[in-house]
């Protein structure tokens, strides 16, 4: 007995149906398309935002004046002791044909022209080498920073003069620097090879990533071996029970609590109780070593489940004891997940910053760390002190900051992939 052949009314039905199930899933991945397309959006207006305002931080204005080094007004034996931004500011005017009064206003604007690296300069060529004094030298110094940011535009001669920090005297002293080829633009080093600075001219991102790659160093030392020693006990050695099950569920809760919690934690445990020095970067480890912990376990966790049962089966079946079952033929299956759980979540400490601030690492370091006991600064809570900076060129180094913080985030999500394909390539 066959089946009777469909009506052409069911068949319509049909087609109709199947129009409306593809049109569905047409529109589904449209939508699929169109969050995605938001998404990178954003992404590209946040980076572009970021590199329009911090591209200009890693170029900047040197100028290279002659100097005569005069005897009258340097000690040979305490160089440093002399006032050589004063000393170049009245020979400058000189050489332009100003008159300064008796207040001494044009050589005060004239000083403001310059970094106060200028008088550390001079002072270490003329110690260095005191046959200088009684001659004309090069000195090479940074412009100040408004300097700086006149001839990057950021600051317009159009503008009126009681709007900018740069006199319409002074654009045109600059002027005239520029036309006499005392002024040479070049990239930025100092941004990459010096720490901290209240001047932002000469204010670098070395102490704070020596910091931050320090706190980093203590924070893997710490949480890496036990969140998988943690992990490896639940997933295969834990007795299924009440106690098991009451750690797991708090892990997870740990996992969800806010990053400034464990701030709090870090100030009362390890700062007013262990009496650990602040602001260092053992401290900072200790604490993203606390907020980091979760995140591993359950990474860990997660790639154990991952490894097929009849692996574990196997391996007991060959006469295996449990412990070598596990670390034997389990953990090593299991390592890319491991790692790229561990390395993730290293960069997303290396981000934090409420933690920090609660520490004490948000104070003012000049200085590159030697030691994880000594005060260092780190790159989150860098950019939260320049952002916070009252002079204009500190905002443009805020966002290089940030772009140097995303950089290194970058490479260590890069590591972990690389890393997982080359164990996955392994076994």
């Known amino acids: 007995m066959t089946d009777a052949p469909a009506s052409p009314d069911r068949a319509a039905r049909l087609q109709k149906g199947l129009r409306r199930r593809y049109a569905r899933e047409r529109r589904f991945q449209l939508y699929g398309l169109l969050a995605i397309g ?4 954003f992404l590209l207006l946040l980076l572009g935002r970021i590199w329009t ?3 200009t931080a890693f170029w900047t204005h040197d100028v290279s004046i002659p100097v005569y080094m005069d005897p009258a007004r340097i000690d040979p034996a305490y160089p440093q002791g002399t006032n050589f931004p004063q000393m170049v500011a009245e020979q400058q005017l000189a050489r332009l044909g100003v008159t300064d009064d008796a207040a001494g206003r044009a050589s005060t604007e004239m000083r403001r022209l310059f970094s106060s690296e200028l008088k550390f ?5 003329v110690r260095a080498d005191p046959s200088l004094i009684g001659r004309t030298v090069t000195v090479t110094a940074p412009l100040s920073d408004d300097a700086d940011l006149f001839f ?3 600051i317009e001669r159009d503008t009126p003069e009681e709007q900018r920090r740069v006199t319409d005297r002074q654009i045109g002293w600059l002027d005239r ?6 002024v040479e633009r070049g990239f930025n080093a100092r941004m990459f090879t010096s720490g901290d600075s209240t001047e932002p001219e000469l204010a670098g991102v070395l102490g704070a990533v020596v910091g931050s790659a320090l706190m980093l160093l203590v924070t893997a030392l710490l949480a890496i071996p036990i969140g998988v020693a943690a992990a490896i006990w639940l997933e295969e050695f834990a007795p299924r029970n009440r106690l098991s099950a009451f750690i797991e569920v708090n892990i997870n809760n740990l996992a969800a609590v806010p990053s400034i919690v464990y701030g709090l934690l870090g ?6 109780w262990m009496h650990l020095p602040r602001s260092s970067p053992l401290v900072g480890g200790l604490v993203l070593a606390l907020m980091a912990l979760p995140t591993i376990i359950i990474a860990t966790r997660s ?3 991952a490894v097929p049962p009849s692996i574990r089966e196997a391996a007991l079946a060959l006469g295996a004891s449990k412990t070598q079952t596990v670390f034997q033929h389990v953990l090593p299956l299991a390592l890319p997940g491991v790692m790229t759980g561990a390395i993730i979540s290293m960069a997303h400490a290396l981000g934090e910053t409420a933690p920090l601030l609660l520490i004490g690492m948000v104070s003012f370091v000049p200085g590159v760390a030697t030691s994880i006991a000594e005060p ?11 952002e916070n900076a009252s002079e204009r060129a500190f905002h443009e180094r805020t966002a290089a900051a940030i772009m140097v913080l995303l950089a290194l985030m970058i490479v260590m999500n890069a590591a972990a992939i690389v890393l997982r394909r080359r164990f996955e390539r392994r076994w």
């Open 38 to 41: 938001v998404a990178v959006g």
């Open 53 to 55: 305002q911090g591209n």
């Open 121 to 125: 300069v001079a002072g270490d060529m």
């Open 152 to 154: 990057k535009g950021e």
């Open 177 to 182: 620097l520029q036309a006499d080829g005392f």
């Open 267 to 272: 100030l009362a445990l390890f700062i007013n």
């Open 303 to 305: 790639s154990l489940k």
């Open 376 to 386: 260092a600064g780190a790159l989150p809570s860098l950019i939260y002190i320049w």
